[in-house]
Every structure is written in C-alpha cells, then in structure tokens.
C-alpha cells in the first residue's frame, strides 16, 4: 500500500490522548477500497507526534470476528505506526460492527486493561466504514458516548445517515463525513483538526509557587521561528473572588491594568516561563497567548494562589558534634504557619542528598550516618500547612520517567499533574486542596503503568 505524501507542518506536542480507529475490513469492502482506507488513515495521523505522554493510536477491524490489529502504545514512533498501517491485511466476512464495538468498550477503551485507554484523558473512537449493513450499533456507541468517548464516523457509501447521525457526538458538521473513497484526502484536514480540537493538551498549568514566584508550564503549539509567546499576569480583582484553584481553560484577562501586572515574552520553542516579584498570599491569573504567523490560537489562562509568607528561622546552631552525627537546631517556632520542616544535608563538594521531615513543633533533629572530618551542606526549609512531601520506592526495567497527578476529595475540582525523571523518587506538593487524591504512575517507554494512589491529609 503506497503511503501518501505529508501535506502539512506536523503538529508536534499539540495533543494528549487515546484515538481509536475501528476500520471495516468485512468483505463488503473491495480490496481497493480497503487499500484506500489505509493510505487515508497514513495520511490523517503522520503529523502527530506519538508517545505514552502525547497520542497513542489503536487499530481494530471489524469482520465477522472483530480483530485488534494493534493497540494503544504499541506504536511510539511513526515509523512503527505507518509500517503496522502497511502491514495491515483485510479480513473480508461478515459485518459485525456490533461485536467490535462490544470489544471496543470492554476491552480498548476501559482504562486498567491490558490494552486500555489511559485514565483521565480524551478518548476518541473514529468509526471508517463503507456504510452498508452496519447493523446494531446505536445501543454499543451510546455505551461509549456515556463513557465520554467521543464518536466521530467516515462513510465512503450513501450509508444510512440517520443512523449515523444518531451515533456520533455532536456537532455532526465536523464530526460525521460522507466521500467517496477515491476522494478521502479531501476531508483529511477536517477530520484531523477534529480530533485534535477533542484531544490538544491545552493545560497551562503552575508549579513550584512560593510566596514570591511561580512557574507556569504549557505544552508547545508552536516551534522556533513560527511566533512567541506573550504571557500576562496580574492579581485577580476581588469583586470577581477567587477560589485559588489551580487550572486551565481558555479566555482572556480582565482589562484592569496597573503597576502590579506584569508582561513576559517567551520564544516559540519555549515551554515555561519564571513569574517572580510577586505577592504572598494573593491570587493571580495569568494568561497565555500563543502569537502565531501562521494561524490564530487562542489563549489560555489559570488561576494560583501564592503561599503566605513563612518565614525561615532567624537562627541556626550546631551541637553535638561527633564522629558521624550532629545536632541542627532553629529557632523561633512558627507553629501557626508552618506543617513541618524539611532537613536536606550533603556532603561537600559534592555527593548524595539525604532529607528528613521534623515535626513542626520540633526545634531540633539528630543527623546521623555523617561520613567523619566531612564538610555538609544543610538546607532546612519550612514547609506550609497546606504541602505534603510525596515518596516513593524506584521501579526497575525501561522506566523513563513518573507521572504525579492530584485533584479534590472525590474527584471533585481540576486535576493537576507533574512530570519528573526516572531518578526522582520524591516531591513536594504545594496548595493542595483538602483530602486531595495523590497518585503515582511509572511511565515506560511503550505505556504507563497502574498508578499508586494516596489521600492527603493536613494536620490542624
């Protein structure tokens, strides 16, 4: 099957999410025109960018007995995807769109299975058939729809468009097609940039505030030489009141100007950016704005709260000295402001860091397994009542990274995530929300695997 040529930039790092593609291959489908689903199919997905933190793609055909061809991360690179798609051989049989749809929701699109979506992002079900006897299948794909799949479908027959229209998810304008199979490239661009409106990974997230500085992280829509990024940032007036949730959307700031809003300017390539000189306990907005020469983008925004000002102790003093131990104590206690203290020590010039957390009503702690006649560093850092330090153990193989994800008490509120490298195996969480639900989930080279999950709780 000849691939065809790519016809546009490729959208790199637009989007996150699970796109599954159930392909009739009964035969009721010419050998031909099963080779010109295919090379659609080519065209359609060669400018995404493939991976288990940007769009993962399954296969399954639909015949007299649904087959998997392939499933959600068994391809992270295109040239693995395009030659599975040549690869691909027709089943012919009946058309039993029914069972692969069964299949579809039990198995591919249920996050936890083998071969399952991954939780808490878009799942997209594109649904390519000819049009002829698709049988019982508003029941399965209202199964799915509940399931917040969204169902788009591609008719290269007349077909019985009631039927389809029933199925899919609104708007039918972009999300239901009927072309001839020798015409399919005609709606590629439409279709594409249907599914990346459901699956672009717009969140502007905040990480690492304190209670001067922040750092907001995006995912790049564009790239060197394409446009920059203008960020704007500035408290929240009181009149609208504010929640202090952190998250992301689409919209615009308020017109209010004033000494106190800032203005960044970041390069195309750039996928974070440094707020600093900010106030203590006050909430902000800050939106992003992709400028771009080629296409008009809309902003983003999120809402933070920085951290009340807490203050380091005035004083440090060492005791206690002895071959391989120390005494390290602070003063005054700030037991209204602070949950507890965080103690990291390492040897100079260099060497591994140790940490401890002292209870806040605690002045001092014991250092001990010091290496003799060695010179430490030590960083001791009051840590607010609403932070919690999260640990956990190393796992071996092809690890390439973890996932840390939280939101509110009983899922309620915006899901926030953070991603770090293979040998970080701590991390400290600021402004979370009450008994919010922290988990952890180990990110391979082909998947990600089953998250450890724990509820955050703040002592009083």
């Known amino acids: ?18 796109v599954l593609f159930v392909l009739d291959s009964s035969g009721s489908v010419s050998s031909y025109e099963f080779s010109r689903m295919l090379a659609f199919l080519s065209e359609l997905l060669q400018p995404f960018s493939l991976g288990p933190d940007q769009v993962q793609v399954g296969l399954l055909q639909v015949g007299t007995v649904p087959h998997l061809q392939f499933s959600f991360g068994s391809h992270s690179t295109q040239e693995g995807l395009q030659a599975a798609l040549i690869d691909t051989q027709q089943l012919r049989g009946d058309t039993n769109t029914e069972a692969a749809l069964k299949l579809a929701r039990e198995e591919v699109m249920r996050p936890g299975r083998v071969h399952g979506a991954r939780e808490g992002l878009p799942k997209v079900l594109v649904w390519v058939t000819d049009g002829l006897q698709p049988g019982a299948v508003e029941e399965p794909m209202a199964a799915l729809r509940q399931d917040g799949v969204a169902v788009l479908a591609v008719s290269t027959g007349h ?42 990974a717009e969140r502007l997230q905040v990480r690492n505030v304190t209670a ?34 952190t998250g992301g959307g689409s919209g615009t700031s308020p017109s209010t100007s004033g000494a106190e809003y ?3 300017t970041r390069p195309g390539d750039a996928k974070h950016a440094e707020l600093s000189r900010l106030r203590p306990g006050v909430t902000y907005r800050a939106t992003l704005t992709p400028e771009s ?17 807490v203050l380091s102790p005035s004083v440090i003093m060492v005791s206690d000295s002895g071959s391989s131990s120390v005494r390290v104590s602070w003063g005054p206690l700030q037991v209204d402001s602070v949950q507890s203290y965080k103690v990291e ?21 014991l250092l001990t397994r010091l290496q003799p006649d060695t010179q430490y560093l030590v960083t001791l ?52 929300p009450a008994r919010a639900r922290v988990c952890v989930s180990p990110v391979y080279r082909t998947a990600r695997g089953d998250g450890l999950c724990c509820t955050a709780s703040f002592l009083s």
């Open 345 to 365: 020590y390492s040897p100079l010039p260099g060497g591994p860091v140790r940490m401890i957390t002292v209870d806040r009503s605690q002045n001092s702690t």
């Open 262 to 264: 800032q203005r960044v």
């Open 293 to 309: 020469k080629v296409m008009l983008l809309k902003p983003l925004t999120v809402t933070f709260t920085t951290l009340p000002e």
């Open 381 to 432: 850092s009051p840590v607010g009542g609403d932070s919690v330090q999260v640990e956990w153990k190393g796992s071996a193989g092809t690890l390439q990274g973890y996932w840390v994800t939280w939101q509110g008490a009983n899922g309620s509120g915006l899901t926030s995530s953070r991603y770090l490298p293979p040998d970080t195996l701590s991390t400290v969480l600021t402004q979370l």
């Open 159 to 200: 077909g019985n468009y009631q039927v389809l229209r029933k199925v899919v998810t609104p708007p039918t304008s972009s999300h239901l097609y009927f072309v001839d199979v020798d015409d399919m490239s005609i709606i590629t661009e439409q279709l594409r940039d249907a599914i990346v409106e459901i699956i672009r």
């Open 1 to 18: 099957m000849p691939l065809l040529p790519l016809s546009r930039p490729s959208v790199l790092n637009c989007c996150e999410g699970d």
């Open 212 to 245: 001067h500085s922040a750092v907001l992280h995006w995912r790049p829509i564009l790239s060197a030489g394409t446009g920059y990024y203008n960020i704007r940032v500035g408290p929240v007036p009181q009149e609208e009141g504010a929640d202090g949730a």
